[in-house]
């Protein structure tokens, strides 16, 4: 098993920014990715972003592309999400998310920490 737990979100204005923790713990040694996702009210979840934990290969939602960077410290088992130029649109619940292959469903899960910009 594996516990996810995020921190680091907030209220901040249009235009600005916030950096989103995970922090990973339990079966660490088995995580092959590790994924950040959304979901705003009345929407269904979507990804985010994404990175393979031994590479740093990143991918990334196409709205958030150039404002978000995911990143992680490896020996503190932590993935980030670092969110510049934040719209009001990106006002959603993030959650972090760990998968042990490549063709694995993301399995574990994390509380989800809420995120609001303001107009």
């Known amino acids: 098993q594996v516990q996810l737990v995020e921190s680091g979100g907030g209220l901040v204005q249009a235009g600005g920014s916030l950096r989103l923790s995970c922090v990973a713990s339990g079966r660490t040694f088995g995580i092959y990715a590790m994924g950040w996702f959304r979901q705003a009210p009345g929407k269904e979840r979507e990804f985010v972003a994404s990175?393979?934990?031994?590479?740093?290969?990143?991918t990334y939602l196409d709205s958030v592309k150039g404002r978000f960077t995911i990143s992680r410290d490896y020996a503190k088992n932590t993935v980030f999400l670092q969110m510049n130029s934040l719209k009001p649109e990106d006002t959603a619940i993030y959650y972090c998310?760990?998968?042990?292959?490549?063709?694995?469903?993301?399995?574990?899960w994390g509380q989800g920490t809420q995120v609001t910009v303001s107009s």
């Open positions: 990175i393979i934990w031994s590479s740093s290969i990143s």
């Open positions: 998310a760990a998968k042990d292959s490549v063709a694995a469903l993301y399995k574990y």
